[in-house]
T-cell receptor, first 114, second 114 residues
Framework: NAGVTQTPKFQVLKTGQSMTLQCAQD?????MSWYRQDPGMGLRLIHYSVGAGITDQGEVPNGYNVSRSTTEDFPLRLLSAAPSQTSVYFCASRERGTYNNEQFFGPGTRLTVL | AQTVTQSQPEMSVQEAETVTLSCTYDTSESNYYLFWYKQPPSRQMILVIR??????QNATENRFSVNFQKAAKSFSLKISDSQLGDTAMYFCAFMIQGAQKLVFGQGTRLTINP
């Protein structure tokens, strides 16, 4: 199993550009999430999904869109990048209903918006 | 809303020493989970240890153990016989049972010196 994979690992954008961060998991997990990590603030939830076709907003959703057409994939779209979106982005997944609730994280994408 | 606070931004100890990282949280929920994640320079988020709130016994994983004080809403991590490979950022995290959102603390940067 590859676990949770994210592409790209690094990305530099100009203000106003759009892009999609890719996330995929091969563990057949129903739950998937996107977090962003900023210095001194830990990780904060952007959007999450509890299954194909179902998404919901997290703590900091503004400026981001998501969709979940398959169990495996959960892309994060930035429609018009802003310098405030410079951050490290993590995708995570977990099984539904497991007693231990462990989330598995991808390796992260470092995004810089100039 | 749930909050997690890590009051020690940085800590430094000598190899083989024991170190304790502090974490407090705030919630009105009674059923939840607590986690410690390790983030080495590789950026990968690695689960170190988890605790179910309904369990009175403190969790242990080899050299890692927790001191869970539910009434005080405290969840500290003890690392015994610290090793150079323990150098990393450590995050305390909280999740309500059945929910998807992980709430993270700000992190503690731990350095193990030879």
């Amino acid at each position: 199993n590859a676990g949770v994979t994210q592409t790209p690992k690094f990305q530099v954008l100009k203000t106003g550009q759009s892009m999609t961060l890719q996330c995929a998991q091969d563990m057949n997990h129903e739950y998937m999430s996107w977090y962003r990590q900023d210095p001194g603030m830990g990780l904060r939830l952007i959007h999450y999904s509890v299954g194909a076709g179902i998404t919901d907003q997290g703590e900091v959703p503004n400026g981001y869109n998501v969709s979940r057409s398959t169990t495996e994939d959960f892309p994060l779209r930035l429609l018009s990048a802003a310098p405030s979106q410079t951050s490290v982005y993590f995708c995570a997944s977990r099984e539904r209903g497991t007693y231990n609730n462990e989330q598995f994280f991808g390796p992260g994408t470092r995004l810089t918006v100039l | 809303a749930q909050t997690v606070t890590q009051s020690q931004p940085e800590m430094s100890v000598q190899e083989a020493e024991t170190v304790t990282l502090s974490c407090t949280y705030d919630t009105s929920e009674s059923n939840y989970y607590l986690f410690w994640y390790k983030q080495p320079p590789s950026r990968q988020m690695i689960l170190v240890i988890r605790q179910e709130a309904y369990k009175q016994q403190n969790a242990t994983e080899n050299r890692f153990s927790v001191n869970f004080q539910k009434a005080a809403k405290s969840f500290s991590l003890k690392i015994s016989d610290s090793q150079l490979g323990d150098t990393a950022m450590y995050f305390c995290a909280f999740m309500i049972q059945g929910a998807q959102k992980l709430v993270f603390g700000q992190g503690t940067r731990l350095t193990i010196n030879p």
